[in-house]
């Protein structure tokens, strides 16, 4: 059974960093790529970032300014979204999803179709 469980969603001020964690199980980690993605209260969900674990690529969405850093952990199966300098308007439920390749295309598509999301975890930015 496939399962991606995240984690390290909080509360924090302006300018503070948050560091969220997706630990997926039950598919080759390795052939996929892993995407976080965000829903805002009363917003579409959108792609921010996402990480091919076969060979390093990365994608990021143009809005986050260079504020967020997504890596990989293989020997884990775990990848990160390192977010820096958060703003209120990061304030949203965070969700990760295996998918491939590691596109924007590929986000936009998993971001407007895909109706089962998993828990997500809470990013609280107060101003």
């Known amino acids: 059974e496939v399962q991606l469980v995240e984690s390290g969603g909080g509360w924090v001020q302006t300018g503070g960093s948050l560091r969220l964690s997706c630990a997926a199980s039950?598919?080759?980690?390795?052939?996929?790529?892993i995407g976080w993605f965000r829903q805002a209260p009363g917003k579409e969900r959108e792609g921010v970032s996402c990480?091919?674990?076969?060979?390093?690529?990365?994608y990021y969405a143009d809005s986050l300014k260079g504020r967020f850093t997504i890596s990989s952990d293989n020997a884990k199966n775990t990848v990160y979204l390192q977010m820096n300098s958060l703003e209120p308007e990061d304030t949203a439920v965070y969700y990760c999803?295996?998918?491939?390749?590691?596109?924007?295309?590929?986000?936009?598509?998993?971001?407007?179709?895909?109706?089962?999301w998993g828990q997500g975890t809470q990013v609280t930015v107060s101003s």
């Open positions: 990480i091919s674990n076969s060979d390093g690529s990365k």
């Open positions: 999803e295996s998918l491939f390749p590691c596109t924007r295309q590929t986000m936009d598509v998993m971001s407007a179709l895909i109706r089962n």
């Open positions: 039950g598919f080759t980690f390795d052939d996929y790529a």
